[in-house]
Structure formats: C-alpha cells, structure tokens
C-alpha cells in the first residue's frame, strides 16, 4: 500500500498522501503492517517510510518510556503500530503512546479505544506541519494529558500539558532535562537526543533508575 505511483511515475519519498472519503471500514481493507496510516475525519493519511534517523529516536526514547513505566509498574508504553481511536472516524498512531495502568485493556486489543495519557511524535519532513498543526489539535480536543513533539532538526523538544483548566501549555526545551508530569519521576536530558550516534540506552537508563530505585 506504501507504494504509489502517479501518471507511470512512482511517488518518491518523503510524501504524505490523502486519500478522501474513506470509511473506517475501508479503512481497515486498506491499511496493511507495511503502511503508516491514519484516519482523520474521512480522510486517510498515508505516511512515507521513516528515515532511520526517526527510528533511532523512536526507538531509544521508547526503550527508556518502557523500561521506566515497567519497572514502577506505571502502566503500557507502545508503538507506533498500534491505533488510538479518538472519536468515530478518527484513528491515530503516535511514534509512542502511553496508557496508565488502570486504563490498559485485558486482553491488550487492535487498537485503543480514547485517548492515550501520553505520546510523543518524532517530527519528520514530510509530517511536520501535519504533526504540529493538525494532530496537535485532535490530540488537544481529544484531551490527551501530554504530547511531546521531538523536533531534531532544530534541536528542540516541544511540549504541551493539560491544566486542571483544561487548557494546555507549552514548554520548549533545547537544553539540559526533560521531565514528564505524566510518567511521574521520568526524565531525560534532551543532549541525549541530538547526539550521533545516541548514547547507549543502559547508560542512561542507568542514571534514570539508579540500583536504590529499582
């Protein structure tokens, strides 16, 4: 499905295509394990391949959420193959999600059914206003209690929080430790983020979750 081609001539990447008037039914036929697809309001959104850059960081992030969240029993750490079902005709996969431990479904299912308490998105070329625009409102209407946005290209972690008000409020960071208000005691140092290669995860989950704290 990840493939398309236009007049004979394939779509190179990075693209992000929109297909409209697709149904959630239709929706399942046509997304498949090798498309990142989202369904927002009618209209799938079809995802170019990641960069390896973007996994890295999805993937040491989400080792650290994971670990952490695990080991104080805080709840699910998953993604970004798994769906979060915001409302009727509005499916999203954030790059990491997070659902606290009274919200996890037993046995875990397809896909999540509201929204998540956290997630993060790695921002990449062709998603990015996508990212920062679009979803940042669905997740902020939906209610999500913090969303992450890590910008390396200008080295800089964007995050919104949800106030008692409801209201959300932003917090950029390009330096120095990261905090969560959400994974309770979870941090980490955004140099961590903009080094090449990143640092190795057991060192920093090292520092993250000394022995005393295990």
Known sequence: MAHFVLRDREVRQPFLVRLFGI??????????????AE????????????TWRHDDLQLFLASLMRVFADSKRLGNMTGPNTLMRLAQGRKFAPDIMFVAQHRVPTPLTKEFEGAADLVVEILSES???YDLIEKR????????????????????IIIDRRQATGRYQEEIITAGKVTSSVLQGFWFEAEWLWQEPLPPVMECLEQLLPPSSK
């Open 137 to 156: 409102q669905v997740y902020q209407e939906a209610g999500i209690r913090e969303i992450f946005f890590i910008d390396s290209e200008n080295r800089k």
């Open 23 to 36: 149904t959630e039914q239709e929706f399942e036929e046509l997304a498949d394990e090798e498309t990142r």
């Open 39 to 50: 369904l927002y309001d009618g209209v799938m959104i079809v995802h170019s391949p990641t």
């Open 127 to 129: 998603a990015r206003q």
